[in-house]
């Protein structure tokens, strides 16, 4: 970085230059040259109000599955590491931001608790969930959230109930320097049993449709409406497409997946193409539903 960070920045848990192939789920990418990593609140805050006060650009990381990185990252990066503790009252289940999203699926099951069955098939953080208001099988996290609290771009901390507009399909207004910090949901009481075998179904349905076998960072683009991103790929005839160690996976079209050594200019390559295949073929533009950081 060609400016020192502040003393008080500093403070903050961090490591120094981190292969980011090891923080995502996709596992490409150069280096992070500083991963700042809070165990509370107090201290996430701490390193917003900093950044903010010296101006300083900075990136806020989750579990890494819904993001392609290309490139090293000079910027800072914020990557929560909460203590991963639910904590029930009544129906309603609270969860921090770090903890991760298909476990918390699985203790809700646990706990005899419905309505997160759908979250069993999706990887990463809960913070990461919220901020892209993560769904399957017809259901999202607006379905469920009650409650939620996060961090201003000023570092600010705030707890509210979602309102009107501030969610809407794979979006939330939770971006631009926003920091979930936990979330509420409302879930209805029901029989374990019955809540894992539908945990246990969604796990295996995705087992058996996406390529888990192979590294990836989920589905790459969102469905456009009424349609299926999948579908419009794989009618495209991309299945396969392969540039170097980046592939088109044979076994769902919308998941570009890492054989080994796949470089972030392949995927960003790969990508490209298959999104000009498409409007070629379809007239339909594909927009990504991954995050995408640049250098």
């Not at 596992?27 to 805050?45: D, H, K, S, Y």
């Not at 029989?191 to 349905?205: G, H, L, N, S």
Request: glycine share 12%; net charge negative; hydrophobic share 40%.
């Amino acid at each position: 970085m060609s400016r020192p960070l502040p003393d008080d920045l500093l403070k903050v848990p961090h490591r120094r230059d981190v292969p980011l192939s090891r923080l995502t789920t996709l596992g490409v990418g150069g280096i992070c040259r500083w991963l700042f990593e809070p165990t509370t609140e107090l201290e996430a805050q701490a390193f917003v109000q900093a950044c903010a006060r010296e101006g300083l650009p900075w990136r806020v990381l989750g579990g890494g599955s819904n993001l392609v990185v290309l490139g090293d990252l000079e910027d800072p990066v914020l990557r929560l590491a909460f203590p991963k503790e639910t904590r029930r009252e009544g129906h309603r289940l609270t969860a921090p931001a770090s903890h991760g999203h298909i476990a918390l699926a699985e203790a809700a099951a646990g706990l005899g608790l419905s309505g997160l069955e759908f979250a069993s098939g999706i990887p990463g953080s809960v913070g990461g969930a919220i901020r892209m208001n993560a769904g399957a099988y017809g259901r999202e996290w607006i379905d469920v959230l009650v409650r939620y609290r996060f961090l201003t771009p000023e570092g600010a901390l705030v707890e509210k109930a979602p309102e009107p507009g501030e969610f809407s399909y794979r979006w939330s207004f939770l971006t631009g320097g926003r920091v979930v910090l936990s979330a509420t949901a409302d879930l209805v009481e029901g029989d374990p049993v019955r809540i894992r075998a539908q945990v246990a179904e969604y796990r295996e349905k995705r087992g058996t449709s996406q390529p888990l076998s192979k590294r990836n960072a989920g589905c790459i683009f969102k469905n456009p409406p009424g349609q299926s991103a999948g579908r419009l790929i794989d009618q495209a005839g991309l299945k396969g497409l392969r540039l170097g160690d980046a592939e088109v996976s044979r076994e769902h079209a919308n998941f570009l997946v890492n054989h080994g050594h796949a470089t972030a200019t392949e995927f960003a390559e790969l990508m490209e193409q298959v999104r000009t295949r498409v409007l070629e073929m379809h007239g339909v533009e594909l927009e990504p539903e991954v995050e995408i950081w640049r250098e």
